[in-house]
């Protein structure tokens, strides 16, 4: 293989893992002048890829779509093939490492022309794999629009349904996209409210990339675990209530971290925050997690109410009583040199 062809291949993964390049950085990344990747970029052209290239200081080289598949070995019907199958995947989590899936399905995606993705996305709608129990559905095309959006650290525009069926545009920097309890989420840092926050990708339509870039915030492996676990924790559970809590809103959010999600300020110092779970059980769970000394009020109601009062007022009874006696035998076992 000679030099120019290994030159324009390294040129062509380059534009395939990131959405846009300056040409001076892929001139420095390839070690030629930025007059030899003009001429790599026309040698790609020339194979059929369509690169969109903007003028001026920051003006750069982007791998668009063309009017038919690049040459990457596939029949029209192998690549319609290929990403009905990728959005099967994803959006049923069929396979392991997810996140490969979707990087794969958004590489596949990027250069798909029009026409044949759509007839991915009328194909794979009428795909149901059998024996699974799927969640809610979750479109194929956004999740490879965010898939790309997360990979380029791009600036992305939503429109987003909240589960009270508020409609709301949001303006975020996707982080990360992650699957759990058969549905999918997005970690994004959210413009307007200046925090953290996670979306259900089922809820989530008309994507519009700004091509803005963004330097993304350093988070790690086990805070993107706790973000998600957070946000799944956030349906409807069967017992459910709220606790005003005698602190302030700022420092409630210091002490409970992503667990303080959903709370709200009551004025005089005090904080609204809801908690709830399968049973009283789990609800009396999230109160126990107050800090110490906090007082607080809640509105759970019964019969969860009195279930809670009757375990609490049995637990005193019990703190109160005299310890049981120790057996004989446990004594022993407890005796010095044993």
Known sequence: MSDTTTRA???????????????????????????????????????????ESTPGAAGGYRLEAGSAVPPLLLTDEEAVAMAIGLRVAASQRLVSGPETTITALAKLEQVLPAPLRRRVVALAESVQPAGLN?????????????????????RVRFTYTAASGEVTRRRVEPHALAPADRHWYLLCWDLEKDDWRTFRVDRLDAVEHTRVLFEPKPLTAEQIEEFIFVAR??????????????????????????????????????????????????????????????????????????????????????????????????????????
């Open 134 to 154: 799927a969640g809610a559905a979750v479109s194929g095309e956004v999740l490879g629009e965010l898939a790309l959006a997360c990979r380029d650290h791009e």
């Open 233 to 338: 924790s956030w349906v409807r559970q069967a017992v459910e209530a709220d606790a005003v809590m005698d602190l302030p809103l700022d420092r409630m959010r210091e002490l409970f971290g992503q667990w303080g999600q959903g709370a709200s300020d009551e004025g005089d110092g005090r904080t609204r925050w809801p908690v709830g779970g399968a049973d009283f059980r789990e609800t009396m769970y999230g109160l126990s997690w107050i800090p110490a000394g906090v007082e607080y009020t809640t509105d759970l109601a019964a019969p969860a109410r009195d279930e809670l009062r009757e375990t609490l007022q049995r637990m005193l009874r019990a703190l109160d009583a005299p310890p049981p006696a120790v057996p004989p035998q446990r004594l022993r076992e407890r005796a010095p040199g044993r």
């Open 9 to 51: 291949l390294s040129l062509l993964n380059l534009l395939q893992t990131h959405r846009h390049w300056p040409g001076s950085e892929l001139a420095g990344r390839l070690g030629v002048t930025e007059r030899t990747v003009r001429r790599d970029v026309e040698r790609l052209r020339e194979l059929g890829y369509r690169i």
